[in-house]
């Protein structure tokens, strides 16, 4: 009689395990070693850029724009900067038609990006040589209540933007 109550109890507690391997919550299973292998030996050119890369060259384009004119948001003739995506645009509304602003822009990296500022029907393109470790600059008289600064780059993933914007007095 044991015997058979071992048997039982035997069968029970298999089918119990069973049951719950089945229905209990799925168990993160780690990859097949063969597949780590595959994924680290990965060539990094195949991939897009890290963030991280993209970040450090927005860094160093708006270094090169602190090294030619310390402008602050404290400045009174101050309107707008920052680094802008590929392709990318900052819109600020706050400034006036008829408006004298200087645009200046650089990039980092390799390639070229475009910088266009928009205000209205009033337009300026720049074309930018992110390799050549320089700003450039140029004057917008806005046509309309906002102005858009842009950036474009068949190069995106290679490069980084940064862009300072104030009225000329």
Same mark, same amino acid.
């Given at each position: 009689?044991?015997?058979?109550?071992?048997?039982?109890?035997?069968?029970?507690?298999?089918?119990?395990?069973?049951?719950?391997?089945?229905?209990?919550?799925?168990?993160?299973?780690?990859?097949?070693?063969?597949?780590?292998? #595959?994924?680290?030996?990965?060539?990094? $050119? !195949? @991939?897009? &850029?890290? =963030?991280? %890369?993209?970040? *450090?060259?927005? +860094?160093?384009?708006?270094?090169?724009?602190?090294?030619?004119?310390?402008?602050?948001?404290?400045?009174?003739?101050?309107?707008?900067?920052?680094?802008?995506?590929?392709?990318?645009?900052?819109?600020?509304?706050?400034?006036?038609?008829?408006?004298?602003?200087?645009?200046?822009?650089?990039?980092?990296?390799?390639?070229?990006? #475009?910088?266009?500022?928009?205000?209205? $029907? !009033? @337009?300026? &393109?720049? =074309?930018? %040589?992110?390799? *050549?470790?320089? +700003?450039?600059?140029?004057?917008?008289?806005?046509?309309?209540?906002?102005?858009?600064?842009?950036?474009?780059?068949?190069?995106?993933?290679?490069?980084?933007?940064?862009?300072?914007?104030?009225?000329?007095?």
């Amino acid at each position: 009689m044991n015997r058979h109550r071992g048997k039982a109890l035997a069968a029970v507690v298999l089918l119990t395990g069973m049951t719950m391997a089945c229905s209990g919550p799925p168990a993160k299973s780690k990859p097949p070693q063969s597949q780590k292998a #595959t994924s680290s030996s990965a060539v990094p $050119t !195949a @991939r897009p &850029t890290p =963030r991280p %890369d993209r970040e *450090r060259l927005d +860094t160093e384009a708006r270094n090169l724009l602190s090294t030619t004119d310390q402008w602050t948001s404290d400045d009174a003739d101050f309107v707008s900067s920052g680094s802008l995506a590929i392709p990318g645009q900052d819109l600020d509304e706050t400034v006036e038609a008829g408006t004298r602003l200087r645009v200046e822009v650089a990039c980092a990296g390799e390639g070229t990006v #475009t910088f266009k500022a928009v205000s209205g $029907t !009033a @337009r300026k &393109t720049k =074309r930018v %040589d992110c390799a *050549r470790p320089m +700003t450039s600059r140029f004057d917008i008289i806005t046509a309309g209540p906002s102005l858009a600064i842009q950036a474009d780059s068949p190069d995106k993933e290679r490069v980084g933007t940064a862009y300072a914007v104030r009225r000329v007095t």
